[in-house]
């Protein structure tokens, strides 16, 4: 059921609201009550209602310091603000504090009822999205480790132009490594053509697993790295505290990981350790000297630490990662700029390509690395795309099982239009609602309706009605009639108006039509109200 909580300082008004409807009915439950703010904030923090009808003006502590105090301690509870006309000002500022609804007193109890099952709908909308949400939090955790990894091999391959946008990603993808004294090193399996032969790939995935926990059990107290699969090899990456260790200490702990993976699994490893840099910016520079390092088993042997020092390192100048095209990819999505994004799609492509032709491993990295910062995007921009995102999820293991360039692009392409389109649909109707609110404000005084309104934006009444329902949170004639009313209180100021005129000027025809559709909203005739306002 749905909790709901009464505040106004009238017992009478409380009463009235929780006899006059059957609540139970509609499964709601009136929870609490209390005939003061300071009374009111207790026990809403103890009994954490989903809606609150109170008063603007009461003793101890207001309306608004109420919901200022409800607002700061982050209750997700709704309010429905009770006003008097003098107190419309207040209502205002009710609203800015985030209030979902204000009701003019005296209030029909048809009246709180209906706002009250509007403000329903609202949540269990936001409920439903907060699930999604989850939901979708929750699969791109499940591929967080892969986006990670793939993350790491792109930067490890490719120099890297902004370490500041790099670091960020190292935070959003828990990566544990700082930015200093880095050393890359590649474990690789010696006769590893046989190991294949003579073991599956599920016992080989296990060979794998367990090089991974002696590393971990052999690190000690080199708490800053992390390790990956890459094909057949394993990477250790490592952020040692000090430069002298590596010399001392970080070989005497590779050693130890080698001798330990020979002793218990019965088959050796060859151990390639990278040249030393001081930053992430040329992390792929100490990889580079790695794989070369790992190179040059041939000539040395197997069951080896190989370092640096072993080899005549080569020049070598990997692709590096198209961090500019993929901000322009993100871009041409928020702007949605259908064919900036696939310029942009086709320069990222293009851009790997610049400095010769990337492995296909180097293709799958930069591309899987794209999709998490894409899905990221979507995240933090609280964008749903729950319709398809069961399929696109899927596409991280299909980009890995690409076997061309052309497949790995399409799949791209198929993940990214899927996304535009969707971000599209979002947009297009929250400016439609946009465009209509804009010609009722321009055009309050004249004749307008669902259907005038419908045929300027080129869409049915029905699907206006219903976008402005859960754009606004009221339906269109309710809008309407409310600003129209609004409108005319500005008129009513002048005393050389006639009602009929003022009735007129704000779109009623008939002035008894407006005359009570005006003391609908305000509880008072127009001639009462201009009399309170001139006296």
Same mark, same amino acid.
């Given at each position: 059921?749905?909790?709901?909580?009464?505040?106004?300082?009238?017992?009478?008004?409380?009463?009235?609201?929780?006899?006059? #409807?059957?609540?139970?009915?509609?499964?709601?439950?009136?929870?609490?009550?209390?005939? $003061?703010?300071?009374?009111?904030?207790?026990?809403?923090?103890?009994?954490?209602?989903?809606?609150?009808?109170?008063?603007?003006?009461?003793?101890?502590? $207001?309306?608004?310091?109420?919901?200022?105090?409800?607002? &700061?301690?982050?209750?997700?509870?709704?309010?429905?603000?009770?006003?008097?006309?003098?107190?419309?000002?207040?209502?205002? !500022?009710?609203?800015?504090?985030?209030?979902?609804?204000?009701?003019?007193?005296?209030?029909?109890?048809?009246? *709180?009822?209906?706002?009250?099952?509007?403000? #329903?709908?609202?949540?269990?909308?936001?409920?439903?999205?907060?699930?999604?949400?989850?939901?979708? %939090?929750?699969?791109?955790?499940?591929?967080?480790?892969?986006?990670?990894?793939?993350?790491?091999?792109?930067?490890?391959?490719?120099?890297?132009?902004?370490?500041?946008?790099?670091?960020?990603?190292?935070?959003?993808?828990?990566?544990?490594?700082? $930015?200093?004294?880095?050393?890359?090193?590649?474990?690789?399996?010696?006769?590893?053509?046989?190991?294949?032969?003579?073991?599956?790939?599920?016992?080989?995935?296990?060979?794998?697993?367990?090089? !991974?926990?002696?590393?971990?059990?052999?690190?000690?107290?080199?708490?800053?790295?992390?390790?990956?699969?890459?094909?057949?090899?394993?990477?250790?990456? *490592?952020?040692?505290?000090?430069?002298?260790?590596?010399?001392?200490?970080?070989?005497?702990?590779?050693?130890?990981?080698?001798?330990?993976?020979?002793?218990?699994?019965?088959?050796?490893?060859?151990?390639?350790?990278?040249?030393?840099?001081?930053?992430?910016?040329?992390?792929?520079?100490?990889?580079?000297?790695?794989?070369?390092? *790992?190179?040059?088993?041939?000539?040395?042997?197997?069951?080896?630490?190989? @370092?640096?020092?072993?080899?005549?390192?080569?020049?070598?100048?990997?692709?590096?990662?198209?961090?500019?095209?993929?901000?322009?990819?993100?871009?041409?999505?928020?702007?949605?700029?259908?064919?900036?994004?696939?310029?942009?799609?086709?320069?990222?492509?293009?851009?790997?390509?610049?400095?010769?032709?990337?492995?296909?491993?180097?293709?799958?990295?930069?591309?899987?690395?794209?999709?998490?910062?894409?899905?990221?995007?979507?995240?933090?921009?609280? *964008?749903?795309?729950? &319709?398809?995102?069961?399929?696109?999820?899927?596409?991280?293991?299909?980009?890995? %099982?690409?076997?061309?360039?052309?497949?790995?692009?399409?799949?791209?392409?198929? #993940?990214?239009?899927?996304?535009?389109? !969707?971000?599209?649909?979002?947009?297009?109707?929250?400016?439609?609602?946009?465009?209509?609110?804009?010609?009722? @404000?321009?055009?309050? $005084?004249?004749?307008?309706?669902?259907?005038?309104?419908?045929?300027?934006?080129?869409?049915?009444?029905?699907?206006?009605? %219903?976008?402005?329902? %859960?754009?606004?949170?009221?339906?269109?004639?309710?809008?309407?009639?409310?600003?129209?009313?609004?409108?005319?209180?500005?008129?009513?100021?002048?005393?050389?108006?006639?009602?009929?005129?003022?009735?007129?000027?704000?779109?009623?025809?008939?002035?008894?039509?407006?005359?009570?559709?005006?003391?609908?909203?305000?509880?008072?005739?127009?001639?009462?109200?201009?009399?309170?306002?001139?006296?």
């Amino acid at each position: 059921m749905y909790k709901l909580f009464l505040v106004d300082d009238e017992i009478d008004l409380i009463e009235g609201i929780r006899s006059s #409807i059957d609540w139970t009915f509609y499964d709601i439950e009136i929870c609490g009550e209390a005939d $003061n703010g300071i009374t009111a904030l207790e026990k809403i923090l103890l009994l954490n209602p989903d809606i609150i009808i109170m008063d603007i003006r009461m003793p101890k502590m $207001n309306g608004l310091e109420l919901l200022q105090n409800i607002t &700061s301690h982050k209750l997700k509870s709704k309010c429905i603000i009770l006003s008097g006309y003098d107190d419309f000002s207040y209502a205002k !500022k009710a609203i800015e504090l985030n209030a979902s609804n204000y009701l003019l007193k005296p209030c029909r109890p048809k009246d *709180i009822l209906e706002s009250v099952l509007d403000i #329903i709908k609202v949540i269990e909308k936001e409920n439903i999205k907060e699930d999604l949400l989850k939901k979708y %939090q929750i699969e791109f955790n499940e591929n967080l480790p892969t986006i990670k990894e793939n993350f790491l091999k792109t930067i490890l391959k490719n120099p890297i132009g902004d370490s500041y946008d790099i670091l960020n990603k190292f935070e959003s993808f828990n990566i544990n490594l700082r $930015n200093s004294n880095l050393v890359v090193n590649i474990i690789t399996l010696d006769y590893s053509t046989v190991l294949h032969e003579l073991y599956s790939n599920i016992d080989i995935y296990n060979i794998k697993i367990s090089i !991974k926990n002696f590393i971990k059990l052999c690190m000690n107290e080199l708490n800053f790295y992390e390790v990956l699969e890459d094909e057949d090899d394993i990477i250790l990456v *490592i952020s040692l505290d000090k430069k002298e260790d590596f010399n001392s200490y970080l070989l005497e702990v590779l050693n130890n990981i080698k001798n330990s993976i020979k002793l218990s699994l019965g088959f050796s490893v060859t151990i390639a350790v990278g040249s030393l840099v001081d930053s992430l910016t040329n992390i792929n520079e100490s990889y580079s000297s790695a794989n070369i390092a *790992i190179g040059s088993k041939f000539f040395l042997g197997d069951d080896r630490l190989i @370092t640096p020092d072993d080899i005549n390192i080569i020049d070598y100048k990997p692709n590096s990662y198209p961090v500019n095209e993929e901000l322009e990819i993100i871009n041409s999505l928020r702007i949605l700029d259908e064919s900036s994004l696939k310029e942009s799609i086709d320069r990222f492509y293009t851009y790997l390509f610049s400095n010769g032709t990337p492995s296909k491993s180097h293709m799958k990295s930069a591309t899987l690395s794209l999709l998490g910062s894409v899905y990221k995007f979507c995240i933090e921009s609280d *964008i749903d795309i729950n &319709s398809s995102s069961n399929r696109e999820l899927s596409a991280f293991d299909k980009i890995l %099982q690409c076997s061309t360039l052309s497949e790995i692009k399409d799949q791209i392409r198929l #993940i990214l239009n899927s996304i535009f389109y !969707k971000i599209n649909d979002i947009e297009k109707h929250n400016s439609l609602v946009k465009i209509a609110v804009n010609y009722i @404000t321009q055009n309050y $005084n004249k004749d307008i309706s669902l259907e005038s309104i419908s045929k300027q934006i080129y869409i049915t009444p029905g699907y206006l009605s %219903q976008l402005f329902k %859960q754009e606004i949170g009221i339906n269109f004639l309710e809008f309407v009639n409310k600003y129209r009313i609004e409108k005319s209180k500005e008129f009513l100021k002048d005393k050389t108006l006639k009602n009929y005129e003022i009735a007129t000027l704000v779109g009623y025809s008939n002035e008894k039509h407006f005359s009570k559709t005006f003391k609908k909203y305000t509880g008072l005739t127009p001639t009462k109200y201009k009399d309170s306002i001139n006296s």
